[in-house]
């Protein structure tokens, strides 16, 4: 397990949580928190968008790092899982991840609203670390990917 405290710390509970993966998730929550000024408000409410944005930034990250060919890997999705939980969302989410980042060639410079929600509701009903529920929240109408472009903004200037 990691987080980030109100002092805008990460976290670790063990040093087996030392890895990779945990610390590109927080570091986009980081992001989100300044984005959305955390620090300044109870931001409860947005958990659930915040996961499901974490879970698309990884997503758009490894459909570039495989140049758009999602029907040829097999891999599990962040947002919308692998294999048979896959089948009733791939078309229209690779549809949507190919338009965003030109076929798989660039980081996207700016993300659909509706597909954004959208997705945010599949996310919810299909995740099971991070179901919809009283705790998580999706399709929430104000919570706009301001990190997600913070990041790919960044990704976008700084490594050419
Ligand atoms: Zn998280």
């Given at each position: ?13 063990t040093r087996g ?13 980081l992001t989100q ?5 955390r620090f300044n ?120």
């Amino acid at each position: 397990m990691a987080g980030v405290s109100n002092k805008g710390n990460l976290m670790f509970n063990t040093r087996g949580d030392i890895q990779a993966q945990n610390l590109k998730h927080e570091w986009i929550h980081l992001t989100q928190y300044q984005k959305h000024n955390r620090f300044n408000k109870n931001i409860d409410d947005i958990q659930g968008m915040m996961e499901w944005e974490v879970a698309l930034v990884q997503d758009i990250l490894y459909f570039v790092e495989i140049k758009g060919k999602a029907d040829e890997v097999a891999h599990h999705w962040a947002a919308v899982g692998s294999g048979e939980e896959l089948e009733p969302y791939r078309e229209e989410y690779f549809t949507w991840l190919r338009k965003m980042t030109n076929n798989g060639t660039s980081y996207p410079h700016n993300i659909d609203d509706i597909s954004f929600m959208d997705f945010s509701k599949i996310f919810g009903a299909t995740s099971r670390e991070y179901p919809a529920s009283s705790a998580y929240i999706y399709g929430t109408p104000n919570y706009r990917p301001y990190a997600l472009e913070e990041l790919f903004r960044q990704a976008n200037e700084n490594c050419k």
